[in-house]
């Protein structure tokens, strides 16, 4: 670990505005994830277009999109990521990922849809899944008024936000021609893969780590309607009878998170199954690296690595 993280984490730690979030209820959570997002902010890239949208949800619920396209774009439809947030399903926004948006839009010159699907307790499993499908059902409107490249879409997010990422993938193949976008690659950041299994890193990373394994248990006892959801495959896509024919992926792992075995083994289990998949295993990160532009420069060269992956990837569907 190095010295900027290891004295990030020894100031959270001792702060008592920190407190982990399965300490307060989830209106306070939220409120505390937010401020955290704001001590966190980085001089992330400003020279981007930003749109507003919403798109109807299946119960007429109408869900806020924010879109990032590249400043002066050469008109051409634009390759596109479907970017959803993490947070556990609980907290997390728009706002809060707002900086990870603006980088990969920066840096890869593709546009950023990200989605603001509704969280629990409110709405519990699988409101998150509907929501990021009916989004996607949504998409060939939104692409045409967006100059959004529907040839070229990549579904993205970090955590439970890449939960939601790859669940979506697995739905779009198995629906095949039936589906309104077929993903051409997943990037998963850090993903929550199997929330009824036992893993080592839940022990060795679970407190002091950033992510707290207590907290992971209060998320999904929020998010489940009851336990048995949590083996549902949209809720643990390792627990899939079957990965086959899902998009190429990009798998990014933080070696010090509780969620680093799972997120392996998804990977593998990917591999297994006959799917292209890139492991980028950044050692000495923790949980949420992404949001940590301000803390350590190395998160700058993650985003380096990602992005020149993503576009090899979608330079491959040309």
């Given at each position: 670990m190095n010295n900027d993280l290891e004295a990030f984490l020894d100031m959270v730690a001792m702060n008592p505005q920190d407190q982990a979030l399965h300490r307060l209820g989830p209106v306070q959570a939220r409120t505390s994830f937010e401020l955290a997002t704001q001590r966190l902010r980085w001089q992330a890239p400003q020279d981007l277009e930003l749109v507003s949208l919403t798109c109807t949800a299946r119960d007429g619920t109408a869900l806020p999109l924010r879109v990032y396209k590249p400043a002066q774009a050469d008109g051409q439809p634009l390759p596109v990521l479907i970017y959803f947030h993490g947070g556990g399903f609980v907290v997390g926004s728009l706002d809060s990922h707002d900086g990870v948006c603006r980088e990969l839009c920066a840096r890869s010159r593709c546009a950023v849809v990200s989605v603001g699907y509704r969280l629990a307790p409110d709405h519990r499993f699988p409101t998150a899944f509907e929501d990021g499908w009916d989004v996607l059902e949504a998409l060939p409107s939104i692409a045409q008024a967006q100059g959004l490249d529907l040839q070229r879409v990549v579904l993205a997010g970090d955590s439970v936000g890449a939960t939601l990422a790859t669940t979506l993938a697995l739905h779009a193949a198995r629906q095949g021609l039936a589906a309104a976008v077929r993903p051409i690659?997943?990037?998963?950041?850090?993903?929550?893969?199997?929330?009824?299994?036992?893993?080592?890193?839940?022990?060795?990373?679970?407190e002091g780590y950033l992510l707290e394994d207590e907290t992971l248990e209060w998320f999904y006892d929020l998010y489940a309607r009851e336990h048995v959801d949590r083996h549902d495959?949209?809720?643990?896509?390792?627990?899939?009878?079957?990965?086959?024919?899902?998009?190429?992926?990009?798998?990014?792992?933080?070696?010090?998170?509780?969620?680093?075995?799972?997120?392996?083994?998804?990977?593998?289990?990917?591999?297994?199954?006959?799917?292209?998949?890139?492991?980028?295993?950044?050692?000495?990160?923790?949980?949420?690296?992404?949001?940590?532009?301000?803390?350590?420069?190395?998160?700058?060269?993650?985003?380096?690595?990602?992005?020149?992956s993503l576009l090899a990837l979608i330079a491959k569907a040309r």
């Open positions: 690659g997943q990037l998963l950041c850090y993903p929550v893969t199997d929330a009824g299994g036992e893993y080592a890193s839940r022990t060795l990373f679970g495959w949209r809720f643990s896509p390792l627990r899939a009878e079957s990965l086959s024919g899902v998009a190429p992926a990009i798998v990014l792992l933080a070696g010090l998170d509780p969620l680093l075995d799972e997120g392996q083994a998804y990977a593998e289990r990917l591999q297994a199954s006959g799917v292209e998949v890139e492991i980028i295993l950044a050692q000495d990160m923790t949980h949420d690296l992404l949001r940590m532009m301000s803390v350590t420069a190395e998160v700058s060269t993650v985003y380096k690595r990602l992005v020149d």
